[in-house]
């Protein structure tokens, strides 16, 4: 397998001479198998547009791509009207992604950003062939050899990671996430203090994240959600959905991960600063079997 980054931010796109270097489009990754010319795509962010053109230009026929949504949080598809394959009509496309807790569905939420309301082109006006796949956690197997596996994240939208697995390896996204957390207080002294409620919620928390370390354990590469440092999380971004670096470096060394791509930057991360946390993570003393430590990169390509 190969995975290239085309859209590596978290939030909103941050273009500008801030971040030259490591990109500010939002959320895109483009993965190929090895033998085949099947086009699978990883979110829909701000990213999508640039792999769009390049698909136009080394494509001469018809295109035919999957893409697999993380999630429907603006960040992750709002470069879908801008992927000129759908105005094409020897495109067929596949979109997947997960059911939400809202009535609507996941054609409507993809589809409404395409009306006139937003955008000078309706939906269904289209030439593209598209089609809608609604998933829930569970796996998925495909003629060529192809099985994907999904696995619900701690967010605040129902968000899915997944788990590719092709030809005896493995990659795995975990974004949008952050760790599992007691919501119930153990301060004895709290009003709303139980010991029963807060040990059952102990033990929800434990279950919760060992099932996300057995869905990440011993993949060959791990695009792990990294948009805060630690002390930024625990300074007011705990509850917001995303994770600290650190916990993404910690998750990769506990599922027995051989790399680790931090990924999902906040917008106002500057090249400088994720240059300087990229060179203390990697020059950082790690346990035997840890795994490389990468900072995600717009146009990083690496082979799985």
């Given at each position: 397998m190969q995975v290239r980054f085309w859209g590596v931010r978290g939030s909103v796109a941050s273009p500008g001479r801030d971040t030259v270097v490591y990109g500010g489009n939002t959320a895109c990754l483009e993965l190929r198998l090895n033998g085949s010319d099947r086009v699978i795509i990883i979110d829909a962010g701000s990213g999508i547009r640039g792999l769009g053109a390049?698909?136009?230009?080394?494509?001469?026929?018809?295109?035919?791509?999957?893409?697999?949504?993380?999630?429907?949080?603006?960040?992750?598809?709002?470069?879908?009207?801008?992927?000129?394959?759908?105005?094409?009509?020897?495109?067929?496309?596949?979109?997947?992604?997960?059911?939400?807790?809202?009535?609507?569905?996941?054609?409507r939420i993809v589809g409404d950003q395409l009306s006139y309301r937003y955008f000078p082109v309706r939906h269904s006006e289209l030439s593209a062939a598209i089609s809608y796949h609604q998933l829930r956690e569970g796996e998925m197997r495909f003629s060529d050899g192809l099985r994907i596996k999904t696995k619900y994240l701690n967010h605040s939208l129902l968000c899915l990671g997944y788990r590719f697995e092709f030809d005896g390896k493995v990659l795995c996204t975990g974004y949008d996430t952050e760790?599992?957390?007691?919501?119930?207080?153990?301060?004895?002294?709290?009003?709303?203090?139980?010991?029963?409620?807060?040990?059952?919620?102990?033990?929800?928390?434990?279950?919760?994240?060992?099932?996300?370390?057995?869905?990440?354990?011993?993949?060959?590469?791990?695009?792990?959600?990294?948009?805060?440092?630690?002390?930024?999380?625990?300074?007011?971004?705990?509850?917001?959905?995303?994770?600290?670096?650190?916990?993404?470096?910690?998750?990769?060394?506990?599922?027995?991960?051989?790399?680790?791509?931090?990924?999902?930057?906040?917008?106002d991360r500057r090249d400088d600063e994720l240059q300087a946390l990229e060179d203390r993570f990697r020059a950082a003393r790690q346990p035997h079997g840890a795994p490389e430590i990468l900072v995600a990169r717009e146009g990083m390509l690496l082979k799985v």
């Open positions: 390049h698909l136009i230009s080394s494509r001469s026929g018809q295109i035919e791509a999957e893409i697999f949504l993380t999630h429907t949080h603006w960040d992750h598809i709002m470069g879908f009207p801008f992927f000129d394959p759908i105005y094409r009509p020897n495109t067929r496309l596949k979109v997947y992604g997960p059911i939400t807790y809202e009535d609507d569905t996941l054609d760790p599992f957390q007691n919501v119930f207080s153990d301060d004895p002294d709290s009003p709303g203090y139980d010991p029963v409620v807060c040990e059952e919620g102990a033990q929800a928390v434990a279950d919760a994240n060992a099932a996300l370390l057995g869905f990440f354990d011993g993949a060959d590469l791990l695009i792990h959600d990294a948009q805060y440092t630690l002390s930024e999380y625990a300074g007011g971004k705990s509850g917001w959905g995303h994770s600290p670096m650190e916990h993404a470096i910690a998750t990769a060394q506990a599922a027995g991960v051989k790399k680790v791509v931090l990924f999902h930057h906040d917008p």
